[in-house]
Nanobody, 115 residues
Framework: QVQLVESGGGLVQAGESRRLSCAAS????????RGWYRQAPGKQRDLVAR???????NYADSVKGRFTISRDNAKNTVYLQMNTLKPEDTAVYYC?????????WGQGTQVTVSS
């Protein structure tokens, strides 16, 4: 019943910023922990950040201090603010529950960081 749709990706230069959005269609957004994941070419899909219904956050070491996850419960939307982007941040970014649920993986949004 819940659909998650990512948006906001694109081509950026190293050192610049980008904000991703994940819109949820159902009310489950307000009672579940949500996560941002990414998969770089040839690499495993990994969790980069998560946020609980109460606003508690966790970050992967590779993005801590640069990325900020937030949520707007009124809009059923989770955001990922990405600052000081590096070429190694290049990946397809996905949102999902945390822990992830296979039924809710979508197409993701591509973020490409050029040097």
């Amino acid at each position: 019943q819940v659909q998650l749709v990512e948006s906001g990706g694109g081509l950026v230069q190293a050192g610049e910023s980008r904000r991703l959005s994940c819109a949820a269609s159902g009310s489950g957004f307000r009672i579940n922990t949500r996560g941002w994941y990414r998969q770089a070419p040839g690499k495993q899909r990994d969790l980069v950040a998560r946020i609980s219904s109460g606003g508690s956050t966790n970050y992967a070491d590779s993005v801590k201090g640069r990325f900020t996850i937030s949520r707007d419960n009124a809009k059923n939307t989770v955001y990922l603010q990405m600052n000081t982007l590096k070429p190694e941040d290049t990946a397809v970014y996905y949102c999902n529950f945390w822990p992830s649920r296979n039924a809710y993986w979508g197409q993701g949004t591509q973020v490409t960081v050029s040097s």
